[in-house]
């Protein structure tokens, strides 16, 4: 896969497979190609050489910015249809990391922001750099993180989440801690080595034994949804796309100002 390509997919010798998001100029905010990338390295697990343990980071300053404003901009613009085929496929691409196979281990440096927060709760083990920074931000501009709640509420608890999902405030590494929404806070400089420690570890566990007790851990959370709970939060996500404070959220964010539903200063 080229250097260019949104998502980089490599295998070791020992199964781990890493899977590296690649939009560094924008910060990995995720777009159309980048949610098909993702899908695409889920593709024929768990059988993919072997495979035992996905390891998950994100190229450049950021870890994964949410999704690319400029991008869902022109997604609104498109038909009723397309809408929800962006939102369905985003949601899969969430809901197969949740459900995969094998044990998800991902490190968290810079900015984990929207979309990238319902990522990382889908992971099963969540390493972050001191220097992370969070936010549940998608209210700011009209949007929701409908698709993403349940993986959330998994991870941060309900009463976590609605604090976070409605205040859109940013939050550091050590409050990510201690609402549960990673494991482990390290110096950034020990970040690749830890987050290796936790996958060398893994290893050492037999496979099939891993991948039942994930199965039987899901089967009673928030994330184990039925196909019409999955159909109706994506039906919201491609509304709210659609819906007067989309456009007017995503219009402030183009133009640099405040909302017209934020206070005057």
Same mark, same amino acid.
């Given at each position: !896969?080229? =250097?260019?390509?949104?998502?980089?997919?490599?295998?070791?010798?020992?199964?781990?497979?890493?899977?590296?998001?690649?939009?560094?100029?924008?910060?990995?905010?995720?777009?159309?190609?980048?949610?098909?990338?993702?899908?695409?390295?889920?593709? +024929?697990?768990?059988?993919?050489a072997g495979a035992r343990v996905l390891?998950? #980071?994100?190229?450049?300053? $950021?870890? #994964?910015?949410?999704?690319?404003?400029? %991008?869902?901009?022109?997604?609104?613009?498109?038909?009723?249809?397309?809408?929800?085929?962006?939102? @369905?496929?985003?949601?899969?691409?969430?809901?197969?990391?949740?459900?995969?196979?094998?044990?998800?281990?991902? !490190?968290? $440096?810079?900015?984990?922001?929207?979309?990238?927060? +319902?990522?990382?709760?889908?992971?099963?083990?969540?390493?972050?750099?001191?220097?992370? !920074?969070?936010?549940?931000?998608?209210?700011? %501009?009209?949007?929701?993180?409908?698709?993403?709640?349940? #993986?959330?509420?998994?991870?941060?608890?309900?009463? #976590?989440?609605? @604090?976070?999902?409605?205040?859109?405030? @940013?939050?550091?590494?050590?409050?990510? /801690?201690?609402?549960?929404?990673?494991?482990?806070?390290? =110096? &950034?400089?020990?970040?690749?080595? &830890?987050?290796?420690?936790?996958?060398?570890?893994?290893?050492?566990?037999?496979?099939?034994?891993?991948?039942?007790? /994930?199965?039987?851990?899901?089967?009673?959370? %928030?994330?184990?949804?039925?196909?019409?709970?999955k159909a109706r939060l994506v039906a919201? $996500?491609?509304?709210?796309?659609?819906?007067?404070?989309?456009? =007017?959220?995503?219009?402030?964010?183009?133009?640099?100002?405040?909302?017209? %539903?934020?206070? /005057?200063?």
């Amino acid at each position: !896969m080229s =250097e260019e390509a949104p998502v980089l997919t490599s295998v070791d010798d020992r199964g781990v497979v890493t899977v590296t998001l690649n939009r560094p100029a924008v910060n990995n905010a995720y777009n159309g190609a980048m949610i098909d990338g993702i899908l695409a390295a889920l593709d +024929g697990f768990p059988d993919i050489a072997g495979a035992r343990v996905l390891l998950l #980071q994100g190229n450049g300053r $950021h870890f #994964q910015a949410g999704a690319d404003l400029k %991008w869902i901009s022109s997604v609104r613009a498109d038909d009723e249809a397309a809408n929800l085929e962006v939102s @369905r496929r985003t949601a899969e691409a969430v809901d197969r990391l949740n459900h995969l196979p094998v044990p998800v281990v991902a !490190m968290v $440096h810079g900015g984990c922001f929207g979309g990238g927060t +319902g990522i990382v709760a889908a992971c099963d083990v969540v390493v972050a750099a001191d220097d992370a !920074m969070f936010s549940i931000a998608e209210v700011r %501009w009209g949007l929701h993180a409908g698709i993403i709640i349940p #993986q959330l509420n998994d991870a941060m608890s309900v009463r #976590q989440v609605r @604090r976070y999902a409605l205040t859109g405030e @940013r939050f550091d590494a050590a409050e990510a /801690k201690r609402v549960g929404l990673v494991h482990e806070v390290v =110096e &950034r400089a020990r970040l690749e080595a &830890r987050a290796r420690e936790i996958v060398d570890a893994i290893l050492q566990n037999a496979p099939g034994a891993l991948s039942r007790t /994930k199965a039987h851990v899901l089967e009673h959370a %928030w994330g184990g949804l039925s196909d019409s709970v999955k159909a109706r939060l994506v039906a919201s $996500h491609a509304g709210a796309r659609l819906g007067e404070e989309a456009g =007017e959220g995503l219009a402030s964010f183009v133009e640099k100002r405040s909302a017209a %539903w934020a206070p /005057k200063a």
